[in-house]
């Protein structure tokens, strides 16, 4: 983490005071639990949380509250601060990159023990590979992009804590599922400084699907599947990303709730 608080995300269902872990000088809850770190080809994990049973259960009460474990960054984060929703091309270029269209939206809420309430201003990063594998404005021994900037960009929460972004279906390299990035911190007029990192997932069997269309077929079947990333493994469970599917132009919307305990 750069220089800022870390925290974890918590889902509150009546929760008492007690209830509530917090993190204090500067220790992250995955330390105070003692979790493992895992490791991939290309990615390095950092310590995961596994909540406690109780608060394992779903809310009615506060829907929007929803533990997520921390994951690793990973090598590829870039903080461009490229402010935009559609994260698809390259500005340098125009060049929109090819995959099933995917909109993204994350609703972030602070945990309190009796409420749920919007972050309003948190910046929101997203960072993933093209359906070839590879990232943008990286340097990597199968591939340099240095300078391109596609599949990546921010955006600012609303009042109601939301973000929107449009991009593609990621693809897939040796060592890794399908995933995307993205990191939640305290924008300029942020009382307290904070940052939560960790990344989404999706379903097997959804990935299979999408990935017999273009441009994915192209390549050779993918060689790591959920159960198999280490790094899924620490938590990826809890961060799969429900998909629904446009029956008419075959495009995928996702909507991902969180709750951080910024106590």
Request: include cysteine; aromatic fraction near 10%; glycine fraction near 8%.
């Amino acid at each position: 983490m750069r220089n800022h608080r870390n925290f974890s995300a918590f889902q509150a269902f009546n929760m008492r005071r007690r209830d509530i872990l917090r993190v204090t000088g500067g220790v992250t809850i995955a330390s105070l639990l003692g979790c493992r770190d895992q490791s991939s080809n290309r990615d390095q994990s950092s310590n995961s949380v596994e909540p406690p049973d109780e608060l394992a259960q779903s809310s009615p009460d506060f829907p929007g509250c929803i533990v997520r474990p921390q994951q690793t960054e990973g090598p590829y984060f870039v903080d461009d601060r490229l402010n935009r929703s559609d994260i698809r091309s390259d500005p340098s270029s125009g060049i929109e990159k090819e995959g099933v269209l995917l909109r993204l939206t994350f609703k972030i809420n602070q945990v309190s023990p009796d409420a749920c309430l919007p972050i309003k201003g948190a910046i929101v990063d997203i960072w993933h590979c093209d359906a070839k594998g590879v990232y943008s404005d990286a340097s990597d021994p199968n591939f340099s992009t240095l300078g391109q900037k596609f599949l990546r960009g921010y955006q600012i929460a609303d009042a109601n804590g939301s973000v929107e972004f449009t991009t593609i279906y990621p693809g897939w390299y040796p060592g890794r599922t399908t995933h995307i990035h993205f990191k939640i911190r305290g924008g300029e007029n942020s009382q307290q400084s904070y940052e939560f990192t960790s990344q989404l997932y999706f379903e097997d069997t959804l990935t299979d699907q999408v990935f017999t269309h273009l441009p994915y077929h192209t390549r050779e079947q993918r060689t790591t599947r959920n159960d198999q990333d280490g790094i899924f493994r620490g938590g990826g469970d809890q961060l799969i990303l429900k998909l629904t599917q446009d029956q008419t132009s075959g495009s995928y919307t996702g909507i991902f709730n969180i709750g951080l305990d910024m106590t």
